[in-house]
């Protein structure tokens, strides 16, 4: 039991090229993944945590009703399955009728999959924030779509913003399932240096290191986001002379 | 006189609890309505559902004669008429002062953002607090945030200004500055009503004064007839604990 690091290191130079387009697409699918599902999470958290308005009429409640049903169905079959199952199954499922590739369908599929859990961080995003906000726009005659982009959203992503770059860490990570589909991410790539060598703990050994880096990386600009959007505007506020 | 809001038979309950029971009162145009009575007794209800932040269970809300409950007036046209300053403030935390005053007035009047600006700036100028535009509305004091919340209703050019217990969350030396601008508006003829326990002030203030008790108006007068000869019962009860100090 031992890895011959100067081995690995050569594995690493031959492979450079396999190993840096691996990553990249990790990267890339960790990126959309985690933009696109946000997006998601943010309609359909928003569905969710919208309370009902005796002021609405009947097939607004209705649809309301719906909504909320649907993407509780939504939440509860992603967030219950492993993603790994999902893509093979929409995969193949879809093919026939939508002709695609391991390619596109991995992107939606690792989008849909965050959706399901940023709706949830979403939703409990808007339900932290005071009641206050939504009646103080209310009141001023903004629509609940107005209120929702311009007041809500903003103030639940920065207060979810920790959680929501969690989901990127994740992602990063996660988005080695999609090998199962024929994505050549990182740990598929990974696997085909390693079969091709037959020195399976030195890449393996690798690919961690590598894996490391872009999550360290990436929770290093996630702070420097936090602390930029966390501090507050400091401005000289002069005294009231009048 | 030109009546602004007109509540008839209003009602509303919170389960078994009735809040409002047959309210019957209206708002004239260039008038200081005060509501004043107990703790629990329905006045902040009252303005929520003039406002429609709670639905009433029964009776009209007439607005200048049309009934808001029946969709003829879009609701967002409705509110944007309506100004509310609330207890808590309710400033958008994630915007500076300026930007407070100006949402509403891009989003729903669909100015410019220079007309905006030059609008929120006026009415900034009107409660002092001018030299705050860019201050993060997170970062001010009650009174402060206050006076905010008031110039960004006037920012809407309201009919009519509702204020619920606008001075009940400040510290006693913040109140007079918010009172102060209170005053001044009166003076200046806008249409108010206002829920407080600041008796003096609606002593001053007032053209007419409310008085509820248990979901009724109880007592309804000038300041004089409501402060200096009170009819009631429930009244005398209720300004003894004010001013037989």
């Known amino acids: 039991m031992s890895i011959d690091f100067g081995r690995a290191y050569e594995i690493f130079i031959e492979n450079w090229s396999l190993f840096s387009y691996g990553i990249q697409n990790t990267l890339l699918f960790a990126i959309v993944g985690t933009v696109v599902g946000l997006i998601l999470g943010l309609i359909t958290g928003a569905l969710r945590a919208i ?11 209705i649809l309301k009703k719906l909504a909320r049903w649907i993407v509780g169905f939504y939440v509860w079959f992603f967030r ?9 199954f929409f995969f193949y499922l879809l093919r026939p009728i939508l002709g695609w590739t391991g390619f596109s369908a991995g992107l939606i599929i690792i989008s849909v999959n965050t959706g399901a859990y940023m709706a949830e961080i979403i939703r409990g995003g808007i339900q932290s924030i005071d009641a206050g906000q939504s009646e103080a726009a209310k009141s001023l005659g903004m629509t609940t779509f107005q209120t929702m982009v311009s007041i809500i959203f903003p103030q639940a992503i920065k207060n979810t913003f920790p959680t929501i770059g969690n989901q990127l860490i994740v992602n990063i990570k996660d988005s080695c399932m ?19 060598n037959m020195k399976f703990a030195e890449v393996y050994f690798l690919e961690m290191v590598m894996y490391l880096a872009l999550t360290t990386i990436a929770t290093l600009i996630l702070n420097a986001v936090e602390r930029k959007i966390n501090k507050t505007k400091t401005v000289t506020i002069k005294e009231n002379c009048a | 006189m030109e009546t602004v809001i007109q509540v008839q038979h209003l009602k509303k309950h919170f389960g078994d609890l009735q809040v409002l029971n047959d309210i019957d009162f209206e708002i004239n145009k260039g008038e200081v309505v005060t509501i004043i009575g107990s703790s629990g007794s329905g006045k902040s209800t009252l303005l929520r559902c003039i406002n429609l932040l709670e639905i009433p269970d029964g009776g009209n809300i007439l607005y200048k004669g049309t009934d808001i409950l029946s969709g003829k007036l879009p609701l967002t046209t409705y509110r944007s ?17 300026l930007e407070n005053c100006m949402i509403g007035q891009i989003k729903v009047l669909k100015r410019s953002k220079e007309e905006a600006q030059k609008i929120a700036m006026q009415h900034l100028e009107e409660v002092g607090m001018q030299n705050f535009a860019d201050a993060s509305s997170t970062r001010l004091s009650g009174g402060q945030k206050q006076r905010v919340a008031i ?30 601008v209170m005053q001044t508006l ?36 000038t300041p004089q007839q409501i402060f200096e000869k009170p009819q009631h019962q429930r009244t005398k009860q209720f300004l003894s604990r004010y001013f037989d100090r």
């Open chain 2, 186 to 221: 009166a003076k200046e003829g806008l249409t108010m009503a206002i829920v407080t326990h600041e008796m003096q002030f609606a002593k001053d203030v007032s053209d007419r004064v409310i008085f509820m008790d248990k979901g009724v108006i109880a007592e309804e007068g």
């Open chain 1, 80 to 88: 219950g399955t492993p993603m790994m199952v999902q893509a093979l």
């Open chain 1, 178 to 196: 999609l090998n199962a589909i024929q994505v050549t991410e990182l740990y598929f790539q990974s696997s085909s240096v390693a079969g091709s």
């Open chain 2, 81 to 97: 008429k309506v100004g509310m300053v609330f207890q808590s403030f309710n400033l958008f935390a994630n915007k500076t002062v």
């Open chain 2, 151 to 180: 110039a960004r209703a006037l920012c809407m050019d309201p009919e009519v200004l509702l204020f619920d217990e606008p001075t009940s969350a400040l510290d006693p030396e913040m109140v007079g500055d918010v009172l102060e």
């Open chain 1, 51 to 61: 309370p009902e308005d005796p002021m609405d009429s009947f097939p607004v409640k």
